[in-house]
T-cell receptor
């Protein structure tokens, strides 16, 4: 199956700074790349996604970039706020959803 | 939006007993549901893909006789942990693909089930 790697595993930033999380995948057939946010004790929630025919997508403070040639995609959060603190998962999708190992983001007020 | 309901949210059982977890799509038909296992502070590990009306597809290393999956209708998939042992203690999350409003590729998660085997 698909192998998705995610870095870093933990990330601490000062409030207002930017945070970047990177993922790589192995299956060139993957064509959909969602990002999920999981707050402590809660279910993962979709925050943004990108399809393989698009290189970049932005939604307010969140953006995702995709490089299909290099098989990597990244999540960018600007002007971070304490409520952004959570675990973030990337995923690469062909038929099944394969998740990265997660990044625990802490935004320090 | 699409809603997935998962029950029970937590269960404690004795070693050797079986536990059933239900996953329901409340406002859409889910031809495909996925079952994940999540260890503390770790990622979501795909266990199996559940297709309505057919046998589940299990990931490598997941015992199909241990984790029985049934997807008898378009809105319900169940995971039964048979003869549970302490090492089966974990957080199990189901998810469903779809809803028309959400898009065929959007994955909606249940709230998860915390299983503790004594």
């Amino acid at each position: 199956g698909e192998n998705v790697e995610q870095h870093p595993s933990t990330l601490s930033v000062q409030e207002g700074d930017s945070a970047v999380i990177k993922c790589t995948y192995s299956d060139s057939a993957s064509n959909y790349f969602p990002w999920y946010k999981q707050e402590l004790g809660k279910r993962p929630q979709l925050i943004i996604d990108i399809r393989s025919n698009v290189g970049e997508k932005k939604d307010q403070r969140i953006a995702v970039t995709l490089n299909k040639t290099a098989k990597h995609f990244s999540l960018h959060i600007t002007e971070t706020q304490p409520e952004d603190s959570a675990v973030y998962f990337c995923a690469a999708v062909v038929d099944q959803f394969y998740f990265g190992t997660g990044t625990s983001l802490t935004v320090i007020p | 939006g699409a809603v997935v309901s998962q029950h029970p949210s937590w269960v404690i059982c004795k070693s050797g007993t079986s536990v059933k977890i239900e996953c329901r799509s409340l406002d859409f038909q889910a031809t495909t549901m996925f079952w994940y296992r999540q260890f503390p502070k770790q990622s979501l590990m795909l266990m199996a893909t559940s297709n309505e009306g057919s046998k589940a597809t299990y990931e490598q290393g997941v015992e199909k006789d241990k984790f029985l999956i049934n997807h008898a209708s378009l809105t319900l998939s169940t995971l039964t942990v048979t003869s549970a042992h302490p090492e089966d203690s974990s957080f199990y999350i189901c998810s469903a693909r779809g809803g028309q409003a959400s898009g065929a590729n959007v994955l909606t998660f249940g709230a998860g089930s915390r299983l503790t085997v004594l």
